[in-house]
Every structure is written in C-alpha cells, then in structure tokens.
C-alpha cells in the first residue's frame, strides 16, 4: 500500500504538510532549553534524545506523547514562532503541555499548527520517518504517502 488515511481527534485546525519525523517521547523545554535562554534556537539540544542535533523546522512530528512541564509548552511555542518547530504534531494521546504550544501560536501569532491524538491506528506503527504526510486538524485525518512515492 502506497497511500492511506488515518482518522482521528483533531484538536487543533489547520492544514500542514511535510516529511514525517517518528520519534521517541519528547520533552520541548529540555529539547530547546540552551537556545531559548541563549535566543539561538535552532537544533534539539538534549544529549539523551535520539534528535539530538537534528531540526525539528518543517517537519510534522511523530510521537508517542511528550513529556515534561508547563514550560515545555512555551519552549514549542517558542520554536513554532520562530518557524524552526515542526508544522503538526500527531500522536497516541495529546497532554495540555503539548498542546498548549499550537494553541497560543494561534491566538498570539496566527500560526496553526494542526495537532491530531487517538487514531484509528498507532501512528508510530502506521508512519514511518521520511513518508509524506498531509495532516487535517479540521477534520482529525492525515493522509500518509509512504517514502519512496511522491504525492500527486
């Protein structure tokens, strides 16, 4: 199968698209913390994360869920204004640290961030890193084009 779509709980809108990012949980405040203090945020800068190193900057992250504090919703929101965050967010099950993140960029900035939990399939399972994604946090549906097969 070369082409699916996934179902699930929008909870914010917005439509992004962009390469997917699978990865382990994440923490936003210890992935950004150096840059938010230093103002050069750019990279994930936790040393135990397997990103480490690695942009987050259009991509649409693929997560089981995150992990932390409040501030780790400011560390996304951060990296969302700046436009060096990823364009969505899809995963198992949304925690208000994560979601607070895409939910301020849209009131203070304008800047959506569709963000999408509880799928009709584990998305860590269906998506793999490099597939191409279409995220519709309107609608809670992301149409995934596997790696190797360009949309049309």
Do not use: C, W
Not at 45 to 60: A, M, P
């Amino acid at each position: 199968m070369s082409e699916f779509v996934l179902k699930g709980r929008g909870l914010t809108g917005g439509v992004a698209e962009g390469e997917a990012l699978v990865t382990q949980p994440i923490n936003f405040f210890g992935a950004y913390m150096q840059g938010i203090l230093s103002g050069n945020l750019s990279r994930i800068e936790d040393t135990r994360h397997e990103l480490y190193g690695r942009s987050l900057e259009g991509k649409v992250l693929v997560i089981p869920y995150s992990i932390g504090s409040l501030a780790g919703g400011v560390a996304l929101l951060e990296a969302i204004k700046k436009g060096i965050g990823p364009i969505a967010v899809i995963n198992r099950k949304t925690d208000d640290v994560l979601l607070s993140g895409p939910v301020f960029a849209r009131v203070f900035y304008g800047i959506e961030v569709p963000v999408i939990d509880s799928l009709d399939r584990d998305p860590l399972q269906a998506i793999s890193t490099g597939d191409f994604l279409t995220v519709d946090g309107n609608r809670g549906i992301v149409r995934v084009t596997q790696k190797g097969v360009l949309p049309e």
